[in-house]
């Protein structure tokens, strides 16, 4: 009927749960305030930068430069690629200048003189306005344990803290009179202290100019809303102008990384207009769960890249319950200049009705183009491709202004997306969904193992798990899982596999078929047992039921589940213009829903916009832009024309990559940049090691685990410590350098809860050229190989490529590749 979609995805039993969404209530504009993270970056490049533009962050929580209680995450250091990318401001986490955890307690004097010192450094720098001072964590357990239950004593533990407070806070003002200073910054929010705070730092003109307070328990997605409440309605009994708020730790491990569990956050956050950061529980330099490597995104990634996508204002949302945890939630937005709506939602599993109210026609017209896509669950280190659409359906406007967007099988841990763009001439594209299932280990048949249960929500900060458990202990000679599948038709098939390995080098399982010739599945090393990743392979299965055993290689792999996807050709995916990111003024025509289904994006002098293309390995893809006329394609530094309709083959690194889009002539009307490919490497050059001309100490090293069977090590600790390669470039051009790098240094500081792991540079310079520093994050073990793409300019002819570091060890290298930009 009209107004109401074809559901999306097979029925469940239950009656649909109702999620409304009002146009006509806004709540203000997009913040994107709720997208940060507490030790975000860890370097320069960790993570890249095209993982860090695309998701706008607007605040991030760092250490003092110097600050000992972690080996990197310098805010003044990580500062430059934070605000190179468009991040907003730094949070200086001031009492991470010392090394213990809790803080170790060497009175205020002691504290005063580091106050200084991280004062006039921040001061000094040219951003200085974009740091915020945190003078103080979590007071209400260290140094001052303001959270005691007995009343007299709190208030002698309350009237140090204030005074240590004024004291600290002034320091910072006489240094730099135009601070921004945040607090109390407890560990959770509590009346009694924030009433006496503000009254106090009222007072005494010491008010912080951000007010923080942690939300780190699954009791947070119940109670935040009375907190935020209660907290405003001091401000006013007070007469204390409402003052911006970060939450500046929010979450637990088994909501990191989650798509369905981070909309439920973000969403009562969002709707609030706070700021807020991610807790950090492992390691630095990942956005707390959600980049895997440096550039590779996972389901966490796009969630927030979603969340960057909302433009406008956004408006209310009425889920099936408020204020309840693990529960479905959403939030939405209206650009009327633009003439989108989005819904993000998830959090529970089984099927609901999205209601879209008060759909106006004058911005929208009688028809609506719905599309709907999915964000999956890809553990915290598991790569997620671009999120797959759904559905992609044209529908009349209900009489009374509603459109229903069914969603069926929705899955607990994955987050989704509906867009509304209006409908115009022609007919979308049907969205091709192929046939897929799950399988948890924990129901298979498991031999030598035993079944764990990890993240709860009694358990928040376990890891997370789909369906909360996993299968361990497989360490037997005999140790196997036996997943009983069905497929619906002979072929090929995608096997994803959700894994953990601690084993401290790349493990192996065994897998086969109905009993049959095992094959070897490598899996790369990840933080613990429990840290998921996902290693994909593929398998041709006949028609019918069949057992897939996975049994033990030559060490330990936790399994959680698998998914069988069909095959249906070389990976594909359109990328919509109309949600790209743009600079200029483009204008958003939706005369016609043909191809993508969301209009086109009409591109004119001085406009641009910018497609984040996802590859799931470095090589070479073929681009095709769905345009009326030329464009211009920018990817790594080269710009190639590309003609409507026409393929570019370019080279991609692994994950995430941007290509910018610009009309070639006066204008040009661009649909969607369609990409497909595996990551031919037809055409590369590629050397390994033991081609490389070595000096000052650097060395070949017997590995097993190296593609050749060996790596250079031992490269850099002084200038003379150098690794050269002579690359023989066919054509002069812009390339792009991968490097197949490892390297496990770390520092642990005893803090039980985080994974000290520490970056490594190296200088690389072409011929005569000036070097340029690289980062290369830790790959969790001396023999886990990763990738990273550097662009380079060569020569036609011999080109010397080499890698050095005067001052610190360079990574060990394996093998390097060289791929021209454009193929």
Known sequence: MAGTLPAAGPAAAADPQRVTVDLGASEGPVTLGANGALYGLSDDGVPSDAALEPLKITSISQKPEGGAQHPNGDALSVSKSFFRNG???????????????????????????????????????????????????????????????????????????????????????????DARIAG???????????????????????????????ELSSGSLRDFQAHYDNYRSIERQLGIAPLKINIDEYANRRDLSVPGQLVQWVSMFERNKVYANQAYW??????????????????????FRWYAGMTGDTVKVTPPQANAIDTLQGLASLDTSRRQAQVLLGGSAGDSDVVVQNVSPSVFGRTVTATVSEAAWSGYEGQHATPRVLARTKVKVAADGTVTVPLRGMHKMSAYRIVLTPGGSGTPSAASVPWSASYEAEDAAITGGQVYTQGTVSNANGYAASGTKDVGSLNTASSKVDFTVTVPKAGAYDLAILYGNQSGAPATQKLSVDGGTPVTVTYPSTENWTYRAKKDVTVQLPAGSHVLTLAKGDAEVTLDRIDLTARTGAPSASYEATLADISGKPSYDYSSSAGVGTGALVLRSGDKAVFDVYAPRDGYYTVVPQASAAVKLALHGETVTAAPGRPVRLYLVAGNNRIATTAQGYQASVRSLDVSGSGSTAGTLSYEGASATLA??????????????????RIGNSAAGTAEFTVDAPRSGRYMLVVQYAHNDRRDNGHAYNTDIMSRTADITVGNGTPQRVTFKNTWSWDDYWTLGVPVDLKRGANQVTFGNANAWAPNIDRIELGRVVG
């Open 87 to 177: 991040g907003g401001e730094i949070n200086v986490m001031m009492q991470d200048i010392y090394a213990k955890w809790p803080y170790e307690d060497l009175g205020i004097d002691d504290y005063l003189p580091k106050v200084d010192k991280i004062a006039k450094e921040v001061s000094a720098d040219p951003n200085s306005d974009r740091f915020v001072y945190i003078p103080f964590n979590e007071p209400d357990a260290i140094w001052y344990n303001i959270g005691v239950a007995d009343q007299a004593q709190y208030e002698v533990n309350r009237d140090r803290f204030f005074k240590d407070w004024k004291t600290v806070y002034q320091r910072i003002r006489a240094i730099d009179p």
């Open 282 to 303: 492992d390691a630095a330099g990942n956005m707390d769960g959600n980049v895997v490597r440096s550039n590779i995104p996972n389901g966490g990634w796009w969630f």
């Open 696 to 713: 000052g100490g650097a060395e070949l090293i017997d590995s097993a685990h190296a593609s050749a069977g060996s790596y250079i090590g």
């Open 184 to 214: 109390p910054n407890e560990t959770g929010y509590h009346t009694r202290l924030m009433t006496d705070f503000l009254a106090f730092a009222k007072r005494e003109n010491v008010l912080p100019q951000v007010l923080t307070w942690h």
